[in-house]
């Protein structure tokens, strides 16, 4: 592991380490990388098979912090995720049992499958970055991600993830199936199981928390958070959405195009960072009405329409 590295530098460490087992989702990986570096929670949907949880599984691995997996199934219970108070009748004492919550990256794997109470113990640690069990409240570790998969086409046994959940949740990541290059590559590497167990960190909490600084030092000028603005209130006057995008999606579109212009080697946000993440931050906050669900519309469409129809505003880091 280097020294000390810079943002580019780390940024770059991180997605060649994940590159040594995931083969071809490179899109993927950057979209992750930023969700780590602006602080948010990624939930990553798609199909089976596709290497949801062997992506996060690999950032996990090749960062150098306290990493925990939770199997989401119907018998787990919020303490599991929160914690829990233990009454010793002997001594007469309490004490605290940690849940999967507390480390600085959780993978809860396929979310949906557990109950609606289970989902809702993660809404103030995605939050706030704390957990309150029996009248206390506790800080989690920092760095702290969450890194949800799901499964958007298997309806049996699940329960759909509410909106003050989905809100919560920086991006929505889809994998997507491989080429057919990629997937003989696939089909070679897998040949001796080389999986993310196989690697090596290549970064630690403090250098991922510096980056998080880079981040936040990152110029976003009025100019481009008007145009931001001028997306997310499109959302919610548009003639096929039922419910547009939250004020928090402003912040987390915001975010993700300071993530972005980090990632590509800028210390300032331009519209393209903008454009770039404005479907990956917006599309799973946006609810569609009936009419154009019949119509089979889509976010992804609405967004980019609105895309098409708002002036680009003129900005530089100058």
Not at 94 to 111: K, P, R, T, W
Not at 241 to 266: D, K, N, T
Request: with cysteine; net charge negative; charged share 20%.
């Amino acid at each position: 592991m280097q020294e000390k590295y810079s943002p580019g530098e780390l940024l770059s460490a991180i997605k060649e380490n994940i590159a040594k087992v995931i083969v071809g989702k490179g899109e993927a990986a950057d979209l992750l990388l930023i969700c780590l570096a602006c602080g948010g929670h990624a939930l990553i949907e798609d199909v089976p098979g596709l290497g949801k949880t062997s992506l996060a599984s690999a950032l996990a691995a090749s960062v150098d912090c306290s990493f925990r997996r939770i199997q989401c199934t119907p018998d787990v219970l919020p303490s599991d995720i929160t914690g829990f108070t233990m009454y010793h009748p002997v001594t007469g004492e309490e004490s605290f049992c940690q849940g999967a919550v507390m480390c600085n990256i959780l993978l809860a794997d396929e979310l949906n499958r557990t109950g609606p109470k289970t989902q809702s113990a993660l809404l103030q640690a995605m939050q706030e970055g704390a957990v309150t069990v029996d009248g206390v409240t506790s800080a989690l570790p920092r760095p702290f991600m969450v890194c949800a998969t799901q499964n958007p086409v298997e309806l049996t046994g699940t329960y759909p993830l509410p909106e003050a959940q989905i809100d919560r949740f920086l991006m929505r990541i889809n994998m997507g199936y491989p080429d057919k290059t990629d997937e003989m590559a696939i089909m070679e590497r897998n040949k001796k199981g080389k999986g993310p167990d196989a690697l090596s960190p290549v970064a630690s909490a403090e250098d991922v928390l510096a980056l998080q600084k880079a981040v936040d030092d990152v110029v976003c000028k009025n100019a481009v958070m008007s145009y931001i603005v001028e997306i997310v209130q499109r959302t919610r006057n548009h003639e096929s959405v039922a419910l547009g995008v939250s004020p928090r999606g402003a912040i987390a579109l915001m975010r993700a195009s300071m993530g972005h212009a980090l990632l590509s080697g800028r210390e300032y946000v331009l519209p393209d960072d903008v454009q770039a993440m404005a479907g990956h931050t917006l599309c799973h906050r946006v609810i569609l009405n009936n009419h154009a669900l019949t119509q089979n519309h889509s976010a992804k469409r609405i967004i980019s329409e609105i895309l098409r129809a708002i002036p680009v505003p003129v900005a530089s880091g100058s």
